[in-house]
C-alpha cells in the first residue's frame, strides 16, 4: 500500500514558494557559483557538488542557459571572486520542532542576524550548533514514477538503501555519495526519474498541528525568503491541509 511522503509534499510546497520569488535563481547561481571553487572544476562530472548544484536549479526549473552562464562566470571569476562559505544554522520552532537552516553567506555576521531575528520574532529560538544536527542525516532521495518489483529490485542493486512506495510512485533513499549513480543507473535501465536530490532527513518527526502548524509554515518562509539561506529542513509532520 502506498506510503504518504512528507519529504516529497515539503519539497513540492518549497518548489512552489521557490517560483513566486524573483531571488530563486540567485539562490541557484550562488550555489553553482560556490561548487566551482570548492570542486576546482567547471565540469559536473568530476565534480560531485556542482553536480548536485545543477540538479538542484534544475529541480526549480532554472535554465540551462543561465546555469552555464553562472558556471562559465565562476570558472572565469567574472563576478569578483565573491568566497561563499556554507554555514549551518540550528534552532526550534513552534510546537518543539528542531529546525536546520543550510545558508551560502560572504558574510556570517550578517546573516547570523537575520536567522536569530527570524527565530526571536517568528516565535522561534536559535540553538547553539550541534543542539539539532544530530536529528538529521544527509541522503539522497530519488522519486521514480514506476514502483514495479523489477524497478525495486534494479534500485537495490544499484545501492539503495531503502524505498516507499507512496502516491506519486516510488521514493528511493541513498547515502549522499550513491545518489546519481542509482538515479543514473534507473535513467540507463529504462525507468522514469522524476526527481534526485540530496537533502536533510529526520531521524525521527513530531507531530505538530493547530496554530503551532501555522507558525511553523510562516517561521519557515521566512527563513526561506533570507537571501543567503539555501535549504530549510524540520522533523515536523504536518496536516495535509497545512502542506497544502
Do not use: C
Not at 14 to 19: E, R, T, W
Not at 119 to 140: P, Y
Not at 181 to 199: D, W
Amino acid at each position: 500500500m502506498a506510503g504518504h511522503s512528507k519529504w516529497s509534499q515539503i519539497k513540492r510546497k518549497k518548489g512552489a514558494n521557490d517560483k513566486r520569488r524573483s531571488g530563486v535563481i540567485s539562490k541557484h547561481i550562488r550555489a553553482l557559483t560556490a561548487a566551482v571553487r570548492s570542486g576546482g572544476s567547471g565540469d559536473p562530472g568530476g565534480n560531485l557538488s556542482l553536480k548536485n548544484a545543477i540538479a538542484a536549479a534544475k529541480s526549480d526549473n532554472v535554465g540551462v542557459e543561465n546555469i552555464d552562464n553562472a558556471i562559465k562566470r565562476a570558472v572565469s571569476n567574472a563576478d569578483g571572486g565573491a568566497d561563499y562559505k556554507t554555514v549551518v544554522y540550528e534552532g526550534y520552532g513552534p510546537g518543539g520542532t528542531a529546525i536546520l537552516i543550510e545558508s551560502l553567506t560572504d558574510n556570517p555576521t550578517r546573516t547570523v542576524a537575520e536567522v536569530r531575528s527570524v527565530f526571536t520574532k517568528r516565535g522561534g529560538s536559535m540553538g547553539n550548533s550541534g543542539s539539532v544536527a544530530w536529528q538529521f542525516e544527509s541522503k539522497g532521495v530519488i522519486q521514480v514514477k514506476e514502483t514495479s518489483e523489477a524497478v525495486q529490485e534494479a534500485a537495490i542493486e544499484l545501492g539503495a538503501e531503502d524505498f516507499q512506495e507512496t502516491e506519486d510512485g516510488l521514493e528511493i533513499s541513498t547515502a549522499p555519495t550513491d545518489l546519481y549513480a542509482v538515479s543514473e543507473g534507473l535513467t540507463s535501465a529504462g525507468f522514469t526519474v522524476l526527481n534526485a536530490s540530496l537533502t536533510m532527513l529526520p531521524s525521527s518527526t513530531v507531530e505538530v498541528s493547530g496554530p503551532d502548524a501555522d507558525k511553523l509554515m510562516a517561521l519557515i518562509e521566512y527563513f526561506e525568503d533570507l537571501d543567503d539561506v539555501q535549504n530549510v529542513y524540520s522533523n515536523a509532520e504536518l496536516p495535509e491541509e497545512v502542506e497544502a
